[in-house]
């Protein structure tokens, strides 16, 4: 069963960049599958921040993240990765990334959606703090 590695969380100012990694553990690829980034701050429930189609072709970003993050897969296809701008406190939080449990992103009416729910092979999380 494919098990996810996030790495990258750190405690960052206001106005600070990030990056967040992703990897199968034993070297497993991510080629082929869809896969999420989710984040859950303090009392809070899990929430979807991005979200990659397996052909990257079809992207899902939270209104609150959209022109800051930025989701991308490794050239090798084994990672994929966070990059995070203009961080602020309201993005404090566990990090997680997931793979769909269905093959690819769900869409309604709106467009991509990237609900926990749909998503499994859930890693231990980074923990991203950011200080006012």
């Known amino acids: 069963q494919l098990q996810l590695v996030e790495s990258g969380g750190s405690l960052v100012q206001s106005g600070e960049s990030l990056t967040l990694s992703c990897a199968a553990s034993?070297?497993?690829?991510?080629?082929?599958?869809?896969v999420g980034w989710f984040r859950q701050a303090p009392g809070k429930e899990r929430q979807g921040v991005s979200c990659l189609s397996s052909t990257d072709i079809v992207t899902y970003s939270a209104i609150s993240v959209k022109g800051r993050f930025t989701m991308s897969r490794g050239d090798d296809r084994n990672m994929v990765f966070l990059q995070m701008t203009k961080l602020n406190p309201d993005n404090t939080g566990v990090y997680y990334c997931?793979?769909?449990?269905?093959?690819?992103?769900?869409?309604?009416?709106?467009?991509?959606?990237?609900?926990?729910?749909?998503?499994?092979?859930w890693g231990q999380g980074a923990q991203v703090v950011v200080t006012s």
């Open positions: 997931a793979t769909d449990l269905h093959g690819d992103i769900a869409t309604d009416d709106d467009g991509p959606v990237c609900p926990p729910p749909e998503f499994g092979s």
């Open positions: 034993g070297g497993a690829s991510l080629d082929g599958y869809a």
